[in-house]
């Protein structure tokens, strides 16, 4: 229930670190840090309107996106404390609940008959498909570190004592920071910014959305952001009480924000060719990790 309270109150501000942090680097003061929750809070007070072509399952696909990350976040533990949803290999269920909401996000654009929103569902699967393989090599790596299967003992179990054992918290660091921009479509696989049909893809999937259900949609990757900034945050505060852990946690949050600004202010995005081999680099880090593992457990031959 802690992880689950400070990944929303965490969501109220993240995207507003972000777009400060992006205006600070332009040399502009930029909004508020609440102003993207004022923008969500207007859209939701706003009706949404659907094309006729559409069918059920685009008007269901916001609410269903927006549960899955939800149930995601309840296996989130932290520190020592376990997510309200804890059980052994919960990781491969969190895995796939979050691709389930992205499916349904992928079929409605479908649904559309738009030829552009198509193909931003095609390259959105692509990239999704690509980034599976590092995420779970990264948790079969510290499954085998800790010999336990499950969020909260994986984490509560993570100790440091050597060189290796650090560099393999830095390099996890490393991977889940890129699968979280990844997933979120930011830079430099994907630009929140862009206007060109031809080269988007999250936000081309999202053109015929409006009102509360756009709202909702913009909310979701807020929370997506506050989740993998807590998943990170358990790198560090599995062995300290809750009087540390829960400042470290804001700390780290603030943190991760403040980097995914400036990965967005002084990165360009890639071309959408070179995509899937960036992509590929985050499942040779996550071997890296396992191979280190197997260095510290003395079982690499």
């Known amino acids: 229930m802690i ?9 109220l501000f993240f995207m507003g670190v972000i777009v400060r ?10 909004p508020g840090l609440f102003q993207p929750m004022k923008d969500i809070f207007r859209l939701w007070k706003k009706g949404s309107v659907y094309s006729k072509t ?17 149930m995601a976040i309840l296996m989130v533990p932290h520190g020592n404390n376990p997510g309200i949803i804890s059980f052994d290999c919960d990781f491969v269920m969190f895995a796939y609940i979050l691709a ?9 654009a479908l649904d559309t008959g738009s030829s552009f929103e198509g193909m931003g569902a095609s390259r959105e699967a692509l990239f999704s498909m690509l980034v599976e393989p590092a995420f779970f090599i990264l948790m079969g790596s510290f499954t085998l570190f800790t010999g336990h299967t499950s969020f909260h003992s994986i984490f509560s179990m993570l100790h440091y004592g050597s060189y290796v054992s650090y560099m393999l918290g830095v390099l996890a660091t490393f991977v889940l920071v890129l699968i979280a921009m990844i997933e979120n479509s930011r830079m430099p696989v994907d630009d929140p910014k862009t206007h060109l049909e031809l080269t988007m893809i999250h936000e081309v999937m999202v053109l015929d959305y409006s009102g509360f259900d756009l709202g909702i949609i913009m909310y979701t990757t807020n929370l997506k952001f506050a989740m993998y900034g807590a998943i990170i945050s ?15 946690f804001f700390a780290i949050q ?21 995509n899937p081999q960036f992509i590929f680099i985050l499942t040779s880090v996550s071997l890296l990790i396992f191979f280190g593992a197997l260095m510290v457990l003395e079982k690499f031959m």
Do not use: D, W
Request: proline share 4%; glycine share 8%; hydrophobic share 55%.
């Open 3 to 11: 992880s689950f309270l400070l990944i929303l109150l965490t969501s």
């Open 21 to 30: 942090t992006k205006s600070i680097a332009s040399g502009r003061k930029g």
């Open 54 to 70: 559409t069918s059920f399952i685009f008007q269901l696909a916001p609410t269903a996106y927006f549960a899955s990350v939800l």
């Open 100 to 108: 389930l909401g992205k499916f349904l996000m992928i079929v409605a």
């Open 234 to 248: 358990n790198l560090f505060i599995s062995a300290l009480p809750l009087e540390f852990s829960i400042p470290l």
């Open 254 to 274: 603030i943190g991760f924000a403040i980097t995914a600004g400036i990965i967005e202010s002084f990165m360009a995005r890639f071309r959408m060719g070179h």
